[in-house]
């Protein structure tokens, strides 16, 4: 019998693999993955408790993230996020990726914002009509962008699948609120691969507009590294998963 897992990946598979050859399939076979990551817990995947414990993130140089590959192709990764108590995933870009977070430990919330918007896009043609072109090549020059700030969600084990897709809500930070967090996530395509798709970080310039605001690409912060740490869950590469 196969794990529930699995499962999940499976259908992670059929979902993204199939996007372009059968699009009238994509949300359905999107929304049964939700439906499926909805059920996951911190129990499926075998996830290491010691995780939970506070005493586990002060030793010394223990990184403030760790994380746990469970699967990657050309098509999806999979692994476990785990952040250390009041720690932050920052923000951070999905190019052209879409997303699905499920809480299995611990509480997190989720801070998202979106580009070309309706709205960013009106803040960026009035720059245009005022005549603000040597601010629009600032900008660019210094990676600047304008951004709509499109959710903030606090999300525990109870809570549903967190999604982001390649236009909406593809920018997000992560942050653990009290104790330790942990979540899986799920990522189409994978970041690196089969191209180049790089992680880009950001920080918060200013506000320019309700809910709009410039973020700014900055190299990973000093504050943030990760390390890694094995799976032990249900074996995902003794069947044939495609
Ligand atoms: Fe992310």
Redesign the pocket.
């Known amino acids: 019998m196969s794990s529930h897992i699995l499962n999940v990946l499976k259908q992670a598979l059929i979902t993204f693999s199939t996007k372009k050859s059968k699009p009238d399939t994509f949300t359905s076979n999107l929304q049964a993955l939700i439906e499926l990551l909805d059920k996951t817990t911190a129990e499926h995947v075998n996830f290491p408790t010691h995780f939970l414990n506070p005493d586990t993130w002060t030793h010394a140089g223990k990184a403030p993230v760790s994380c746990i590959g469970i699967f990657e192709d050309d098509q999806v990764s999979m692994g476990i996020?785990i952040l250390k108590p009041n720690g932050k995933?920052p923000l951070?870009?999905?190019p052209q990726m879409h997303?699905l977070?499920k809480v299995i430990a611990g509480q997190v919330k989720i801070v998202s914002y979106s580009l070309n918007t309706e709205k960013t896009k009106e803040v960026d043609q009035k720059g245009i009509q005022d005549d603000d072109s040597v601010c629009i090549r600032h900008r660019q020059k210094h990676g600047i962008v304008t951004a709509e700030l499109t959710g903030v969600t606090i999300a525990n084990s109870s809570s549903p699948t967190c999604t982001?897709e390649p236009d909406f809500k593809n920018l997000?930070e992560?942050q653990s609120l009290d104790g330790p967090a942990a979540f899986l996530?799920i990522?189409a395509p994978p970041y690196d691969y089969p191209i180049a798709r790089h992680?880009s970080y950001y920080a918060r310039l200013s506000q320019v507009a309700p809910s709009i605001f410039r973020l700014q690409e900055i190299r990973s912060p000093s504050w943030y590294w990760t390390d890694s740490y094995p799976y032990t869950g249900p074996d995902l590469y003794e069947f044939n998963v495609s």
Do not use: A, M
Request: net charge negative; with cysteine; proline share 0%.
């Open positions: 996020f995933l951070h870009n999905h997303g977070i982001l997000h992560i996530d990522l992680c």
